[in-house]
């Protein structure tokens, strides 16, 4: 699986807009992007996918660069309760399923 | 629904003795299975996924095993736990759905080796 690359940590003030990005200039036409976060003493809990459209779902927003070399997860609204280790994960189609998990971007939500 | 549990939530044990932790799913059946770790301020590692009962592939060399006797209980093992197996032991599970496999984790399990 192809490797991405993210910023190490962020800062947001809750009830604004936050854009984590996620580079992955080598990821191949096979690959799906996937996020996931992981609140603090948690296991990781999903968030959404995409392939080459931009996805919504009532959690976040993908939109992913025309080249696929680069995608932007946008949580419209922080809240506190936002504050985790967001990971962005490339996985090849057909799979065994493995998810490669890298540092990710630890995500602090200020009052 | 589907639900998975992980036992026990936290343990401490002396380097040396050995460990037994245990995963199981409810709710989905032939699910693929896996163990993570995550060490303190790292990311997770996968160590072990399974496919079916008996079928244990290993991501990571180490003195840790896993076993898969029942089609939805994933066991990690064991025999003489060392100082660096301390973590947060994560199981997760998912069912294949063609490109798409979202993967759902338990509650996890935090082992403090002393």
């Known amino acids: 699986d192809a490797k991405t690359t993210q910023p190490n940590s962020m800062e947001s003030n809750e009830e604004e807009p936050v854009h984590l990005p996620c580079n992955h200039s080598t990821i191949s036409g096979t690959d799906y992007i996937h996020w996931y976060r992981q609140l603090p003493s948690q296991g990781p809990e999903y968030v959404i996918h995409g392939l080459t459209s931009n996805v919504n779902n009532r959690m976040a927003s993908l939109a992913i660069a025309e080249d696929r070399k680069s995608s932007t997860l946008i949580l419209h609204r922080a809240t506190l309760r936002d504050a985790a280790v967001y990971y962005c994960i490339l996985r090849e189609w057909g799979s065994q399923g493995n998810l490669i998990f890298g540092k990710g971007t630890k995500l602090s939500v200020k009052p | 629904s589907q639900t998975i549990h992980q036992w026990p939530a936290t343990l401490v044990q002396p380097v040396g003795s050995p460990l037994s932790l245990e995963c199981t799913v409810e709710?989905?059946?032939?699910?693929?299975l896996y163990w993570y770790r995550q060490a303190a301020g790292r990311g997770l590692q996968l160590l072990f996924y399974?496919?079916?009962?008996?079928?244990i592939s290993s991501e990571v060399p180490q003195n840790l095993s896993a076993s898969r006797p029942q089609d939805r209980q994933f066991i990690l093992s064991s025999k003489k736990l060392l100082l660096s197996d301390s973590g947060f032991y994560l199981c997760?599970?998912?069912?294949?759905?063609?490109?798409?496999?979202?993967?759902?984790f338990g509650p996890g399990t935090r082992l403090t080796v002393l």
């Open positions: 997760a599970w998912s069912v294949e759905r063609g490109p798409y496999n979202e993967q759902f």
């Open positions: 399974s496919v079916g009962i008996g079928q």
């Open positions: 709710g989905t059946s032939n699910p693929n």
